[in-house]
């Protein structure tokens, strides 16, 4: 399903919100995002996010951009649901019918109620995996455990079970 989704969409771009980008960096992965995705957009409200600690390093990027959604008014209605970077992210995937990268439970549900195709932090990294970026998932997974990543232990089990490494 993963890779047909990623055949299906092209890996050319996706709409990313902040924890992918957060997690690929404590993985030390986030400068091989570019193998699997030319462009990863972001809204504003992401891009500072981003910046709080470390705004030379994200905008450094070259396969990062910034862009702000147009349609405002969709963005305050899924303020009221979500937080301002998902609202946006969710709003300029709909603009660009683009992939979403999103982790967030509520945001996952909003996004899917919206029509949109969202893959999470797992699934790149599984695709990671399936396209020959990495050889292992395992240890990413356990590195952000270590820096604090909440991940479940059955998505690991699942997802270490797709991809051979149980």
Not at 131 to 144: A, H, N, S
Request: proline share 2%; net charge positive.
């Amino acid at each position: 399903m993963l890779n047909t989704l990623l055949e299906k969409r092209g890996a050319s771009a996706a709409v990313s919100n902040t924890s992918l980008l957060i997690a690929l960096k404590h993985a030390e992965l986030l400068e091989k995002l570019n193998l699997l995705f030319q462009r990863i957009i972001v809204p504003p409200s992401v891009m500072r996010e981003l910046s709080v600690k470390e705004k030379e390093y994200f905008q450094g990027l070259s396969f990062l951009s910034v862009e702000e959604p147009r349609d405002r008014r969709l963005v305050l209605v899924l303020k009221t649901i979500v937080d301002e970077g998902e609202a946006e992210a969710m709003t300029l995937a709909l603009e660009k019918n683009s992939l979403l990268i999103i982790d967030d439970l509520k945001g996952r549900k909003a996004a899917r109620r919206l029509g949109l195709e969202i893959i999470g932090t797992l699934g790149v990294l599984k695709a990671m995996k399936l396209k020959g970026i990495v050889r292992e998932v395992k240890p990413f997974i356990e590195r952000l455990r270590e820096k604090g990543f909440y991940i479940s232990d059955d998505l690991v089990n699942k997802l270490l079970s797709d991809i051979g490494e149980a």
